[in-house]
């Protein structure tokens, strides 16, 4: 039998004329681009709720996310305990131990006898796996994507967390995301961006990415090396032997961790150049160099009470520069935190980066190619009302470019869109979303692991090949059998068969002897791809086909 990856030459060349424009949408058409560009797509019940409801009226529900009982998503979550612990708490639970004992491995390694071979290091059974965090925190991101009724929330917690993107790899920044998320993150997606940008400007987990945590004004790290190489140093007194046979000393106790600032080398511009370039302005945003020093003064003193054990903000004055700075024009006096603070206010208020956000957002809702006169209307919004994001989120969604028809299926899906829309079109009731995270991986999209600042691309250029398509053919056809992820279709898969109720540019597709939901209905669908499912030889293999299409690729 021939599995769906045959048909992939088939589907990449579809792919590559597949058309961005469409006719209006009207019906089910409009309904499913609302819940591809709203949430991660529909699910078997979605397209007749919207239906009854009406589109606007579902828009503007979904912009008010506290409104809607959620109840049965955090059922979902409720078995995972890291996501409700403080960083502190999880680097004490899972990280303090694995260094302990990493520690107690070097220590008797360094007591074994000249020649003897190394002991093989037996894990603790009942030690925290360090990497438990990161794994719920990922688990947690999926399921909330395909189950949860907030579907708007969703979208923009992965939109800012990208755009505020820190990588988990770093450090002990995995151990600070989840609080990252939870408390910098979604609170604040449909608030204001001033207080987005002030909630990331204090996280640890944005502090230690981008290395501000290490920053210390010129005079501030000057007085640290005086301080250290006027120390009087102790002199080293020689261990007295016990008398009798000699035999190995204890080990000394672990040392204690050095300063929060024992690394410090003066001033660091890390933070300041994204916090200007990726987060505000943008890169032709009309800062200076000039301009990049002066931020990374005024944040001098930004750092992290003992990132490696409490793992929280805090502002030392010690550290920070006092002196007076020019940010764009505008004199900030020395006031301690207050200088930090006056250039965010001054960033967020910027009209560089009202257009810079508006791009940005247009960019994920509409196109990869804005229209330039949306994305004016919604520069105007966000100044208008002072960076309202819920106001510009609904100045996005009502207006004409929004549903018009170069917007259908104009988007392609990422790695994240495409395996959360499949699950949620088959219906899967998942009891372990783990093998999702490990084909977020082989899809090219490690959850929480873009090592760049700039997060992961939107546009489909980053996304369209050979290679990518073939990973989602793999991903379709596992998930049709459903078994390697410990669930099950809420609908027998052995019905399925072409797609009946999708719009077709050609042929009627032949008719169904049973009633499903599809998930290519209210998409065009191709003469290509309407023969190319036609050919399948089993109905897993059809809806495989189904999912792995150009049409389901597309958003």
């Not at 606007?56 to 059922?75: G, S, V």
């Not at 020649?115 to 009942?126: K, L, S």
């Not at 450090?171 to 961006?193: D, K, N, Q, S, W």
């Not at 050919?535 to 690729?553: K, N, V």
Request: overall charge positive; proline content about 9%.
């Amino acid at each position: 039998m021939r599995g769906p990856a045959v048909f992939v030459p088939i589907f990449v060349a579809a792919l590559a004329v597949w058309p961005s424009a469409a006719p209006a949408p009207a019906g089910d058409a409009a309904i499913v681009h609302v819940l591809n560009r709203l949430g991660y797509g529909p699910r078997p019940a979605d397209v007749e709720r919207v239906r009854r409801l009406g589109i606007e009226a579902y828009i503007e529900e979904q912009l008010h996310p506290e409104r809607i009982a959620d109840d049965a998503m955090q059922a979902r979550l409720d078995g995972m305990t890291t996501l409700t612990l403080s960083t502190g708490e999880l680097l004490e639970r899972y990280q303090q131990p694995n260094v302990e004992a990493r520690r107690a491995r070097q220590q008797a390694a360094a007591n074994s006898s000249p020649g003897a071979a190394p002991e093989r290091p037996m894990r603790d059974p009942d030690m925290a796996p360090p990497n438990l965090p990161l794994i719920e925190l990922s688990e947690q991101k999926l399921l909330r994507a395909i189950y949860s009724d907030r579907q708007l929330e969703q979208v923009l917690t992965d939109f800012w967390f990208n755009h505020f993107n820190v990588d988990a790899r770093k450090g002990p920044a995995r151990m600070m995301l989840t609080e990252y998320e939870r408390e910098a993150i979604r609170p604040h997606v449909l608030g204001r961006f001033r207080d987005l940008l002030g909630a990331t400007a204090k996280s640890p987990a944005m502090l230690f990415y981008l290395d501000n945590w290490m920053s210390a004004g010129d005079e501030a790290s000057r007085t640290q090396r005086e301080q250290r190489t006027q120390r009087p140093q102790r002199a080293q007194r020689p261990q007295r032997q016990p008398p009798g046979p000699q035999r190995a000393l204890p080990p000394p106790p672990p040392a204690a961790a050095p300063p929060a600032n024992a690394m410090r080398r003066g001033l660091n511009e890390n933070y300041a150049r994204e916090l200007m370039e990726l987060h505000t302005l943008g890169v032709d945003g009309g800062y200076t160099q000039k301009d990049v020093t002066e931020v990374a003064r005024a944040f001098t003193g930004w750092t992290i009470r003992n990132p490696r054990v409490r793992g929280e903000f805090m502002f030392e004055p010690r550290l920070h520069d006092d002196r007076e700075k020019t940010v764009l024009g505008h004199k900030i006096h020395g006031g301690g935190m207050k200088d930090g603070e006056q250039v965010l206010d001054i960033l967020a208020a910027h009209p560089s980066t009202a257009r810079f956000i508006s791009t940005k957002l247009a960019r994920r809702f509409v196109s990869d190619t804005p229209p330039a006169a949306l994305v004016d209307r919604l520069a105007a919004r966000f100044a208008a009302t002072r960076g309202d994001l819920r106001e510009v989120m609904r100045t996005l969604l009502a207006s004409p470019e929004f549903l018009a028809p170069d917007s259908i299926s104009a988007k392609t899906k990422t790695p994240f869109e495409f395996v959360a829309s499949a699950v949620r079109a088959t219906d899967l009731s998942l009891t372990d979303a783990r093998p999702l995270v490990r084909s977020m991986q082989e899809l090219g999209m490690p959850l929480y692991q873009c090592q760049p600042p700039t997060g992961y691309k939107d546009t489909a250029d980053a996304w369209v090949n050979t290679g990518a398509l073939v990973a989602r053919m793999n991903f379709a056809q596992t998930i049709t059998s459903a078994s390697p992820f410990g669930g099950r279709s809420a609908r027998d898969r052995s019905t399925f068969e072409t797609p009946t109720n999708a719009r077709t540019s050609s042929a009627k597709l032949p008719e169904r002897r049973t009633t499903t939901f599809d998930p290519l209905i209210g998409l065009e669908v191709s003469e290509t791809t309407r023969s190319t499912i036609a050919r399948a030889t089993t109905p897993q293999q059809s809806l495989a086909l189904t999912l792995g299409s150009p049409e389901f690729q597309k958003r």
